[in-house]
């Protein structure tokens, strides 16, 4: 069974932080690289972070020095520890392959606001 469950995600103020968690099934983990996508209001969905099965990581630019992507290959789980947040990281956060290459789960939702 394909399954992808983030969690996470809530309302903070500017400048606050956030930890994401993305619990995958183990077919879809286990030896895939899995990134963090955002998809705003209005806007197309971007990929936000990635990890290789080896723990290498890639950030767009909207992240970088401010996310820290992590992954735990025992629990089949990955992370996002955002920090410094910005209203315009406003969005739903999703989790999947990197290439995405499954069924997007629900995401959750990140609002920044004051």
């Known amino acids: 069974q394909v399954q992808l469950v983030e969690s996470g995600g809530g309302l903070v103020q500017p400048g606050g932080s956030l930890r994401l968690s993305c619990a995958a099934s183990k077919n879809i983990f286990s030896g895939e690289n899995m990134g963090w996508y955002r998809q705003a209001p209005g806007k197309q969905r971007e990929w936000v972070a990635w990890?290789?099965?080896?723990?290498?990581?890639t950030y767009a630019d909207s992240g970088k020095g401010r996310f820290s992507i992590s992954r735990d290959n025992a629990k089949n789980t990955m992370y996002l520890q955002m920090r410094s947040l910005k209203p315009e990281d406003t969005a739903v956060y999703y989790c999947?392959?990197?290439?995405?290459?499954?069924?997007w789960g629900q995401g959750t939702q990140v609002t920044v606001s004051s």
């Open positions: 999947n392959t990197f290439p995405r290459w499954h069924s």
């Open positions: 990890i290789a099965n080896d723990g290498v990581t």
